[in-house]
């Protein structure tokens, strides 16, 4: 029984150690594709959508990458999350082991390559020439409610997932969607204002948004951060109450 902080610390890093190691196993470059996979997407949009949107966007490839990695790690963390339990049913069914720690490593493992892309986007700015300004200290503020947010979204996802297949399908077209409807590879401006009201309410496009004003200088919009955090820690609430509820079920399932 995995009953004191210490054990449930070993256990999860020991799961993200095994997270880390399967992923890039059969690969050449291993972990260094947490750096290129960021690098070449870039590359790719920059060449493509800097001459639609350029013009609008100071240094677009910045841009572009501050809200393709916030993006990255809500997408890939939620969907680890989400497969955990079907992902480690063999184990489950031989030992006793807490079903939210499987979400929890998936999602720490995300984290670990979210901080390792910071590499590339510090790499990108001093590239580019951009500057380093001292509201980068305020990134902190909506990289804790997007982790709040992927906590408890995969948590939720972990547990309908396990009882319902279709919902894996169907949040990958949800995420398709999110992805366009989160601004990532252009400027809200060109979305009617009516519509920008609608971008708001996505929490998604809250974090990304805060956290790209904080890498150009801006101190991150407040009203934005209060929704962002109200959102996320009621996920977060829901996310560990169904946890809580099926935890000793979730395995009858499988």
């Given at each position: 029984?995995?009953?004191?902080i210490s054990e449930k610390k070993f256990?999860?890093?020991e799961l993200v150690k095994k997270n880390l190691t399967s992923k890039y196993k059969d690969s050449v470059l291993g972990i260094l594709w947490s750096f290129f996979n960021p690098l070449l997407t870039m590359l790719v949009f920059?060449?493509?959508f800097s001459m639609l949107f350029g013009h609008n966007i100071q240094n677009y490839p910045v841009y572009y990458l501050a809200g393709r990695l916030a993006f990255d790690f809500y997408n890939h963390g939620t969907k680890?999350?989400?497969n955990s339990i079907r992902k480690n049913a063999n184990l489950m069914k031989k030992i006793y082991v807490p079903k939210s720690m499987f979400a929890v490593s998936s999602i720490c493992y995300e984290f670990v390559n979210f901080l390792i892309s910071f590499a590339i986007l510090f790499g990108v700015m001093i590239i580019t020439g951009a500057p380093f300004h001292p509201t980068l200290i305020f990134t902190i503020i909506p990289i804790v409610l997007l982790v709040v947010l992927v906590f408890g979204v995969g948590l939720i996802l972990a547990v309908c997932n396990t009882y319902f297949t279709d919902i894996g399908y169907l949040y990958n077209v949800f995420t398709l969607v999110l992805l366009y409807a989160s601004a990532m590879f252009y400027p809200i401006e060109i979305v009617p204002s009516q519509v920008q009201i609608i971008f708001t309410l996505n929490p998604v496009?809250?974090?990304m948004s805060c956290f790209r004003q904080c890498v150009y200088g801006a101190?991150?919009?407040i009203s934005m951060l209060l929704y962002l955090g109200a959102f996320a820690?009621?996920?977060l609430g829901i996310g560990l109450l169904l946890f809580n509820i099926y935890d000793k079920k979730l395995v009858l399932e499988l």
């Open positions: 029984m995995f009953d004191t256990l999860l890093t920059t060449a493509i680890g999350a989400m496009y809250c974090a101190v991150p919009d820690f009621t996920t």
